[in-house]
């Protein structure tokens, strides 16, 4: 079957760094995104990987590992407004998106 | 502008009964999606259109049916509504099919609750 691993709930400290890992088994592999979902809100963009490597977006930074089923979402320079749910989500072989059940990440002061 | 719009936001209703969700999108994408939120926070795909054509049909059951009057619109009508459907339910768009960094755009939501 297909699955997507992420932690349920990290805590950080505003100011702090924070990496959120996803590990993935799926069938085929077609790319990878990073989606940030504040409570009550639609999910929104941060990120796609979809060959080896790091991709810096301002504070934000997104890892890939293809051979390792692996990728991180790292957030810098961490604020309150950072406090969301964070959505890895993988597109397999036949190009269908498959979601992590996300991350909750809460910023405290 | 609104890129992805839905209504109603919040719907109510009783067990049993019919109802429909619109979505319009003002992007000029070509595959529009429904997705249900369950309580969990997980996101489960139900349906996409590409081009007015179903390419994805997940194990939902028949009582749902997604409607699309042309590209810029994905309706979807549910009956004999049940407990279990209470959920959020988020239409989305994209450029093509979710290939090469095809991000999803996501409406606001339609927070549905059944009685």
């Known amino acids: 079957g297909q699955n997507i691993d992420q932690p349920t709930e990290m805590t950080a400290t505003e100011g702090a760094i924070v990496q959120i890992n996803c590990t993935y088994q799926t069938s085929g592999f077609n790319g990878l995104f990073w989606y940030q979902q504040h409570a009550g809100e639609a999910p929104t963009f941060l990120s796609y990987?979809?060959l080896d490597g790091l991709e810096e977006k301002g504070r934000f930074s997104s890892f890939l590992s293809r051979s390792k089923g692996y990728s991180y979402l790292l957030l810098k320079e961490l604020q309150m407004k950072d406090s969301a749910s964070y959505l890895c989500a993988v597109v397999d072989s036949n190009y269908q998106l498959i979601w992590g059940a996300g991350t909750k990440l809460i910023i405290k002061p | 502008d609104t890129a992805v719009s839905q209504t109603p936001k919040y719907l109510v209703t009783q067990m049993g009964n019919d109802k429909s969700i619109k979505c319009e999108q003002n992007l000029g994408h070509d595959t529009m999606y429904w997705y249900k939120q369950d309580s969990k926070k997980f996101l489960k795909i139900m349906f996409s259109?590409?081009?007015?054509?179903?390419?994805i049909n997940e194990t939902v059951p028949n009582r749902f049916s997604p409607k699309s009057p042309d590209k810029a619109h994905l309706n979807l009508h549910i009956n004999s509504l049940e407990l279990g459907d209470s959920a959020v339910y988020f239409c989305?768009?994209?450029?093509?099919?979710?290939?090469?960094?095809?991000?999803?755009?996501f409406g606001p939501g339609t927070r549905l609750t059944v009685l």
């Open positions: 259109y590409n081009n007015k054509e179903l390419i």
């Open positions: 990987n979809v």
């Open positions: 989305a768009s994209s450029q093509g099919v979710s290939g090469a960094y095809n991000e999803q755009f």
